[in-house]
């Protein structure tokens, strides 16, 4: 059985390797997988000055995904997402983009800056994309997609990370499960 996904932090790197989100969600293995990963400086805007509660014009880390299947030339999703740089700089091994994939992710990048998280929480829009869209996911224009925003909030309930994903409307199915609670 597998540990649950955030126990999983606390998990020797070679297992972590075996297999991340990535890879849960789309049934494939690591070895079928293409990670193309950037680092680049990033200032908070308005909207990100908001969530995290810093002054616009933070210094934010943005990390930039677009991985496939090695058998694909498009991305699965276009995912932007972003930490306060000060966070992270104590473990400079987080501001180099040559360490992705790391292994079992942000919550694991986290935890080595003493950060656990308490919860994620995701919201889920639908639009139609842009032609930059369209182009980098592979797919025709006039076809809609799902904008997820995760914020990933630690236990000071502070948001520590923030993602913002593109997932293109004709390949991406959602499921949500509500455990009930037995009589």
Not at 47 to 53: E, K, R
Request: charged share 30%.
């Amino acid at each position: 059985m597998r540990p649950p996904v955030k126990d999983r932090a606390h998990q020797p790197e070679s297992e972590r390797q075996k297999t991340g989100s990535t890879e849960r969600g789309t049934g494939l293995e690591v070895t079928d997988l293409a990670f193309r990963i950037e680092y680049r400086d990033a200032e908070a805007n308005e909207d990100l000055a908001s969530v995290f509660g810093v002054p616009v014009g933070t210094r934010l880390l943005e990390r930039i995904d677009r991985t496939n299947s090695v058998d694909e030339g498009a991305p699965f999703a276009l995912v932007h997402s972003y930490v306060v740089h000060e966070i992270v700089a104590g473990n400079p091994d987080l501001l180099n983009a040559a360490n992705e994939p790391w292994p079992r992710g942000a919550q694991n990048q986290l935890h080595t800056v003493g950060i656990e998280l308490d919860r994620i929480e995701a919201r889920i829009t639908a639009c139609l994309l842009t032609v930059e869209e369209a182009e980098e996911l592979g797919i025709k224009r006039g076809v809609s997609v799902f904008l997820l925003r995760k914020n990933s909030r630690d236990i000071d309930d502070r948001v520590v990370e923030v993602s913002d994903v593109t997932l293109s409307g004709d390949r991406t199915e959602f499921v949500f499960t509500t455990p009930l609670k037995r009589w």
